[in-house]
């Protein structure tokens, strides 16, 4: 199979702009796709602010070539136009089955017959998705973890349809655009990061709602304990408390009361995490 060189990425949330910078940093030819021009207006500040990490932490100090990186992305809100030379689409939009069964339909009727589909979704399956996308042969997950130019895993997980060449032609592009291939044998809810990390956050979760600890304790607890660099409530923030929401309220009883305390103590308030300003804990403007 020929190499991919034409991507598009739905979604431009925070780590569907992500996705974008890092494969136009790579050299390919992007497209960034969100349902308004209001949205995509949001991500080109997003992509101002990634171009200028880029620049510091990937580029030793060259802003132009991250300037040029920016500008090297299209940006669409016209799902025809972005999908028609897509040699590979990225979808990375909300966590709501709906959403992606309406999204994966309109993709098929638009997309060329030899564009390979990959979800981003941290919660639903491929194959729950599959039967949507009128091509299950040329669908699988590619699952990348938030900060993509440093915690560089892509995680690749097919089907029993997935066709094995789409399979290692898509683990060939995830190395091609600086990641390290995490290669699933089989379907597996979480894949490997999210089944190891989702623990983490239920727990601390229970421990908030139940009243045992605040937040920062919590978090300075598994840092100390652990070593490592973010608590629980940390990566909540990271990864948006909309997200945490949405995986949480589909949960069982304790996920769920936890889904009812983000939303009123947080979601309800514009408190949505790192990309406000504010969530469990409260950032410096950008």
Do not use: C
């Not at 910078?21 to 991500?43: E, M, W």
């Not at 809100?77 to 966590?95: K, R, T």
């Not at 995490?182 to 894949?191: D, M, N, P, Q």
């Amino acid at each position: 199979m020929a190499r991919l060189t034409h991507i598009t990425v739905l979604g431009t949330g925070v780590l569907g702009s992500q996705i974008a910078f890092q494969a136009a940093f790579h050299g390919f030819d992007v497209v960034a796709y969100d349902i308004s021009d209001a949205i995509l207006n949001t991500a080109k500040t997003r992509m101002q602010t990634l171009a200028d990490t880029y620049a510091l932490e990937m580029a030793a100090g060259d802003t132009d070539r991250t300037d040029a990186v920016l500008r090297s992305i299209t940006f669409s809100a016209d799902l025809d136009a972005a999908v028609a030379q897509a040699d590979l689409v990225i979808e990375a939009i909300p966590e709501n089955l709906t959403i992606k069964r309406e999204t994966y339909e309109k993709l098929n009727l638009a997309a060329p017959a030899a564009t390979i589909f990959a979800t981003n979704s941290s919660t639903l399956l491929p194959s729950d998705l599959m039967g949507f996308t009128g091509r299950p042969e040329r669908f699988l997950a590619l699952h990348f973890a938030n900060h993509v130019w440093v915690h560089n895993t892509a995680e690749v997980m097919g089907t029993d349809e997935t066709d094995p060449e789409v399979y290692r032609t898509v683990v060939e592009f995830a190395s091609d655009i600086g990641m390290v291939p995490i290669e699933l044998k089989k379907e597996k809810a979480g894949y490997l990061l999210n089944s190891l990390l989702i623990p983490l956050l239920d727990a601390a979760g229970d421990l908030l709602v139940e009243g045992i600890a605040e937040p920062d304790m919590i978090d300075k607890t598994w840092r100390i304990g652990t070593g490592a660099p973010a608590g629980p409530f940390q990566i909540f923030d990271i990864v948006g408390l909309t997200t945490a929401y949405n995986i949480s309220s589909h949960g069982g009883p304790k996920q769920q009361k936890f889904a009812e305390y983000l939303k009123s103590n947080y979601i309800d308030k514009g408190k949505l995490g790192l990309s406000t300003g504010e969530g469990f804990y409260t950032y410096p403007a950008r």
